[in-house]
Structures are given as structure tokens and as C-alpha cells.
């Protein structure tokens, strides 16, 4: 295991996460082919996963998400998001959603630091219940339950595995005002 601190955590503004898009469909491509469940299937495309960033880049442009990056010597080892376009009767909510490790990069405390930035940004917006779902026996999984995130249950068969396979999804919430 690496033992190494995990590199400073960064929240992109819509012009930083539109050119650092690129870097990010790499991120997605490494870890679909290594078996995330994060909405897409193996092989992914280069340029849907690159579609799919700029998407991303136009929602943080128009204040729905916040995108984070861990990123070493110019390279991008990991990212998260937070949701924040909540419907109006729920102004003290949002959602944790693509958190993703490249392979080579794990295990150093990437993906405790980026979900430490994202619970932080939440607080200062006064956003005090997060949700997420994840691939059900995950990394996903270990990651939020030692981080003391709450399990509601899980969906089985509620998506697909990048190889095909059926995929349950258990659902996670924090109450940070708790
Ligand atoms: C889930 C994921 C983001 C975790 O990322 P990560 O950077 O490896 O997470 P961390 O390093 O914080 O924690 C992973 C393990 O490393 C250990 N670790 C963390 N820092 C460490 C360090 N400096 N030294 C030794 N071990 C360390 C943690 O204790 C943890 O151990 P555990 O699995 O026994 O609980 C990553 O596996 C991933 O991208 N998976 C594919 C995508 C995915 O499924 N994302 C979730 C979608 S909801």
C-alpha cells in the first residue's frame, strides 16, 4: 500500500474544468476498464468519456455542481463532485457523485481527501444532508462506511456492471448537522 500523503485538493472554476476535461475522460476511461459502476459501460469511448466532462464543465459554469481534482506533478489522480441544483423544497441538500481514483493512484488517501473537501464545501453552503449510491461490495462502499457515512440499503440490480453483469446499488446519507 502507498504510503505517500495524498497531493492538495482543488475545486475547478468552469474555465479550469473545462480544460482539465481531457484529463478527466482519462480518469473515467481507467476506471470503467477497471470495473467501476459509474454509469458506464466497457469499453468506454475517449470521446464520449470527454462529452461527458465538458457536460460536467458547462454545469459547474452554471453553479449546479462543484467539481473537485487531486492532481500531482500536472496529472489528474482523482476527482468528485458535488451536486447542488437541488428542486427548490430542498435547499439543504446535495448529492456526492462521481468519485473516482485512477487505479494506479489508490490507496493513498485520495478519495478520503476528496470526499473531506467535498462534506467541506457542503457545510459552508449550509447544504446539511448529503446522499450518494454506489456499486453495492465496492471500493466505493469500504470507502464511505469507514467514513462514517450511513447505509440505507441496497437496490439489487438497480444498474449494470462495466462488463455487463447486474450491479445492486446501496444508498448512503450524512447528516452533517448531526
Ligand atoms: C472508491 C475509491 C474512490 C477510493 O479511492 P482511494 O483513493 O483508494 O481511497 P483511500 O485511499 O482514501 O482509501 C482506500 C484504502 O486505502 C487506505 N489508505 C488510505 N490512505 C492510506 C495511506 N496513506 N496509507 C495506507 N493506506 C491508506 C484506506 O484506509 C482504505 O483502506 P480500506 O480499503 O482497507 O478501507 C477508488 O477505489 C475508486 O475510484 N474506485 C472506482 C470508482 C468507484 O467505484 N467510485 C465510487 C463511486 S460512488
Known sequence: MNRDAPPPI?????????????????????????????????????????????????????????????????????????LLAMPENQPHRAEIAKMLVRRTARGRGLGTALMRAAEGLARDLGRSLLVLDTAEGGEGERLYRRLGWTALGTIPRFALHPDGRPCGSTFFYRDLAA
Not at 472554476?13 to 480518469?27: F, I, M, N, Y
Not at 466497457?42 to 462543484?66: E, K, M, N, T
Open 10 to 82: 482543488r475545486r475547478l472554476d468552469a474555465t479550469e474544468a473545462a480544460s482539465l476535461a481531457p484529463a478527466l475522460a482519462e480518469v473515467l476511461v481507467d476506471c470503467v476498464a477497471g470495473g467501476a459502476s459509474v454509469s458506464f459501460m466497457h469499453p468506454l469511448d475517449p470521446a464520449r468519456s470527454l462529452a461527458f466532462w465538458q457536460g460536467v464543465a458547462a454545469g459547474v459554469a452554471r453553479g449546479d455542481r462543484a467539481l473537485f481534482v487531486a492532481e500531482e506533478a500536472g496529472t489528474v489522480l482523482g476527482t468528485v463532485q458535488l
